[in-house]
């Protein structure tokens, strides 16, 4: 299979699975998908559903037990160790519930990071956080640690982090399951931002006013897609309207 | 009781489950206790064996001797001085060359009767005394030439040339072919009038050469004496009736060419070599204690990083911070004590390496006394260690928040900023590495302080060597620790010290590279997880990790030189004597070298862990 034009990312029954004999845990069950680029698409389902691996499993962090995945026309299932490194540094960006910043590294040092390990030199590395902090508004706080930071903040680090290297897709794990409503729209409006500049987005959420802010939805149970919506108003619509947040 | 119960049964619990680091805890600890519980019992070594041997042999107060052909009677004059209660002699000394394999040693041979005597009477610890046609060998040149009784040895004056006095044990005969007596070794003894072999110098180092000492019958000796060109010597024996007055005797009376030693002398000669052993060892073992501290501490703290969340588990049960201290107490407790008993039997069974090529006295060879005094200051120490490395992290982590415990949140590192600024100039596993480094500054410290101390060991022991080397170069004894060379006993003694001492120095250095390393990966497996997951590849992580260990290795390495140079000149005697440059850079090298090798296999398991499974299990 080779994904077709419009296509940046595509799977063919893939499945990942834990455990042996009678502990066998099936997280993905014979998921076929394609998103198209600069796509949003909003995964949702409840916890324990195998949505977080999926995203794992897209962005390379994991290897699946069975299936064929591709990226830019690129199958990446079979990579090597280093070539995945490779596509995680060039062509993923990933934003965690977590933030899962490094805490001893200030705002800007820790969106410098992925530019550093690119191989940019740190002037470039420089340049490019500043611009990026700049751009989701945490240019006054690029010198403060993590720790010293708030949720959305952290998140909006994170957020800048991902997109460093200019990715061609970025996947979201539960980006507003640790933050307040006023964060998550902070957040939000980030995405929208980053949906309007034609960037590809997969959204892992169980959060369904989130996914309502997607061009399509997927929903997930026990491993496998069990329903899927394209939605008309999707982040091109009037954000807080949609999730009932702010003006 | 059942509190006692459950505690135990946690802490087995837990040392079932982690049994690799347990294993290598016990390791550091038997390490330290085996060279601890040497040095102890070398203790005894020093004095007893000395004063068993005195009163095993009627040991002399005073050994009077002469270098001279016949018998004056200034010598046998004092058998009648006043305060002279009892003596032996005068005997007479022949220096005939033994005879062994085609190998010659000059020997003092001393004619004795068959009977005993009161004064100076030798124990025999094999065979019989002096007969007709056999020779009763000295313990220690027995030992060095691997006589035994019913073996046949000539003692004669050699045809050819000989190597003449003090030309050492083991010279070759050459050509040189014996014309003389055979004789059969009948017996095998030791004596209290004499020093180990070959600081036999008896009466004096100027009065006689460097020989090993053989007795035989009168007969035998005054024929010997006749085909070696005479007498070389006469010696008295003599019993004072207060020994404590030896010394005050033997100053006394040295004149006119007599030669006069007191027994306290010859103690000091024997003790000398066993305490400066003792030295070595005492002062090595307080060495690996603090390697071992630093292992214990590696480990413990590493632990304490996997274990946050089982800490978390047991406080949401119930358990009260005490309880969790015990628990981690007595994990590390029960391996400080198998790790003690483990190494008390081992530096028992090493230690009769360290005294038997010496065997020149009673009670030396074999293995020391393994007093209580021994096994409650080696289990004490193990102890001690183990409370001193554990209770500091044990009572931080059972303090530590149950919510944060449960959810293994990682410990916050330090922040260097110069460091994070100046690595974003290198390539990515040097950045990464200089980074992780800097997270832990203490555990930093800690490597670079258990490298400074094995290099500085080793550094001691290389200008040991250096040190005796020269003195083997310059052919005569003396010098820091009295050592010739290859084939002197005392020489092959102090090389066993320094293989036992060592090997416990090295084996523990390499356990805590490995500790350390392993403690980093513990620590670093989130930090690891999201380079990876910001696109850093497993070797370069990998190659993070072990730069992480390189950077306080290096200058802990450096440092170890001067560390050396200053513990060479407080355990020793004698000016330093640094190693070669090349070889002081051969052991920086290997160090770095080992350093790397052995981090890289710990640095490899580390970076290849499930990135999404360590960043979806931990939420920090």
Redesign the interface.
């Known amino acids: 299979m080779k994904t077709s034009g419009g296509t940046l990312v595509a799977c063919r029954g893939l499945r990942k699975d834990y455990g042996t004999g009678e502990g066998l845990v099936r997280a993905v069950d014979e998921v076929e998908l394609e998103v198209a680029r600069g796509e949003t698409l909003a995964v949702m389902g409840p916890s324990g559903c195998g949505k977080s691996t999926l995203l794992h499993l897209l962005g390379g962090l994991d290897r699946p037990t069975a299936g064929e995945l591709w990226l830019n026309d690129r199958r990446i299932d079979e990579l090597s160790e280093r070539s995945l490194a490779q596509l995680r540094r060039r062509e993923v960006g990933f934003v965690f519930q977590a933030f899962h910043l490094m805490e001893e590294l200030t705002a800007q040092e820790n969106v410098e990071l992925p530019a550093l390990l690119a191989g940019r030199t740190p002037r470039q590395a420089r340049d490019r956080a500043r611009e990026l902090l700049e751009e989701v508004g945490l240019a006054d706080r690029s010198r403060h640690l993590p720790s010293t930071l708030s949720g959305g903040q952290r998140q909006r680090v994170a957020i800048a982090r991902a997109l460093a290297n200019d990715p061609l897709v970025v996947l979201a794990d539960e980006p507003t399951g640790n933050l307040d409503s006023t964060a998550t729209l902070e957040v939000l409006r980030l995405f929208e931002s980053l949906h309007a500049r034609g960037l590809t987005l997969v959204v892992v959420t169980h959060d369904e006013r989130i996914a309502a802010t997607a061009d399509r939805l997927i929903s997930m149970r026990d491993g496998a897609f069990v329903d899927e919506t394209r939605l008309t108003g999707g982040t091109s619509g009037s954000l807080a309207g949609l999730i009932g947040l702010g003006s | 009781m059942g509190r006692l119960l459950l505690v135990i049964r946690l802490a087995a619990k837990d040392v079932r489950r982690n049994r690799a680091e347990a294993l290598l805890l016990l390791v550091a600890i038997a390490a330290a206790t085996t060279t601890l519980t040497v040095a102890l019992a070398l203790r005894g070594v020093t004095s007893a064996p000395y004063a068993a041997t005195r009163a095993a042999t009627s040991g002399p107060d005073v050994v009077a001797a002469v270098q001279q052909s016949t018998l004056p009677s200034q010598l046998s004059g004092l058998e009648h001085a006043p305060g002279v209660v009892a003596s032996s002699g005068p005997y007479l000394i022949a220096m005939p060359n033994l005879v062994v394999d085609g190998h010659s040693d000059p020997v003092m041979a001393e004619g004795r009767d068959p009977t005993a005597t009161s004064v100076d009477q030798p124990k025999l610890t094999s065979g019989h005394w002096v007969r007709k046609g056999g020779v009763v060998i000295e313990r220690s040149l027995a030992d060095l030439l691997g006589l035994k009784v019913g073996d046949r040895v000539g003692l004669d004056n050699l045809v050819g040339g000989g190597p003449g006095p003090g030309g050492g044990p083991g010279s070759s005969a050459g050509a040189l072919r014996a014309v003389g007596p055979s004789f059969e070794v009948v017996g095998i003894a030791v004596t209290a009038a004499l020093q180990p072999s070959p600081l036999n110098t008896y009466a004096h180092p100027s009065g006689f050469p460097e020989a090993g000492l053989v007795w035989v019958t009168r007969a035998a000796a005054e024929q010997l004496a006749a085909i070696t060109g005479g007498a070389f010597g006469y010696t008295l024996n003599l019993k004072l009736a207060d020994p404590s007055d030896a010394l005050t005797f033997a100053a006394a009376h040295q004149h006119g060419g007599l030669v006069l030693i007191s027994w306290q002398s010859i103690a000091a000669k024997e003790g000398l070599i066993v305490s400066i052993e003792q030295t070595i060892l005492l002062t090595g073992s307080w060495l690996l204690g603090l390697l071992a501290l630093a292992s214990v501490a590696l480990l413990v703290g590493g632990r304490m990083e996997q274990q946050t969340r089982r800490i978390g588990l047991l406080k949401a049960v119930g358990a009260t911070p005490a309880l969790v201290t015990r628990v981690l107490l007595a994990e590390q407790l029960v391996i400080a004590l198998l790790g003690a008993a483990v190494g008390l039997v081992i530096g028992w069974l090493a230690a009769p390496l360290l005294t038997n090529p010496g065997a020149s006295l009673v009670g030396a060879p074999g293995a020391p006394t393994l007093d209580l005094s021994t096994i409650l200051v080696v289990f004490g120490a193990a102890i001690t260690v183990a409370i001193v490395a554990t209770l500091a992290p044990a009572v931080r982590a059972s303090r530590t928040s149950t919510v944060s415990a449960l959810a293994d949140a990682?410990r916050?590192?330090?922040?260097?900023g110069w460091t994070?600024a100046l690595s974003?100039?290198f390539p990515?596993p040097i950045?990464l590495g200089m980074?992780l480094a800097s997270?832990r500054r203490r555990r930093a410290v800690l490597s670079a302080a258990s490298l400074a101390i094995t290099v500085g060991s080793l550094v001691a022991v290389l200008m040991f060597r250096e040190h005796a080397n020269s003195l083997d170069t310059s052919g005569g004894l003396g010098g820091l620790f009295r050592f010739s060379g290859p084939g002197d006993p005392l020489w092959e003694r102090g090389m066993n010290v320094m293989l036992v001492f060592t090997f416990a120095l090295v084996l523990l250095a390499l356990v805590n590279a490995v500790l350390v390393t392993w403690a980093t990966v513990q620590d670093a497996r989130?930090?690891s997880?999201?380079?990876?997951?910001?696109?850093?590849?497993?070797?370069?992580v990998g190659w993070a990790l072990v730069v992480a260990q390189l950077l306080p290795a290096l200058p802990g390495a450096i440092l170890g030189i001067p560390v050396g140079v200053g513990l060479y000149d407080a355990v020793g005697r004698h000016a330093s004597t640094l190693p070669s440059a090349p070889t002081l850079l051969g052991v920086l090298v290997a160090t770095v070298v080992v350093v790397a090798v052995l981090t890289a296999i710990p640095a490899r398991i580390g970076a290849?862990r499930?990135?999404?499974e360590i960043?979806?299990s931990?939420?920090?």
């Not at chain 2, 916050?412 to 260097?416: D, I, T, V």
């Not at chain 2, 997880?529 to 370069?540: M, T, V």
């Open positions: 990682a916050q590192p330090r922040r260097a994070i974003s100039r990515v950045l980074r997270r989130h930090a997880a999201i380079e990876r997951a910001l696109g850093a590849s497993p070797d370069q290849r499930p990135v999404a960043l979806q931990e939420t920090a």
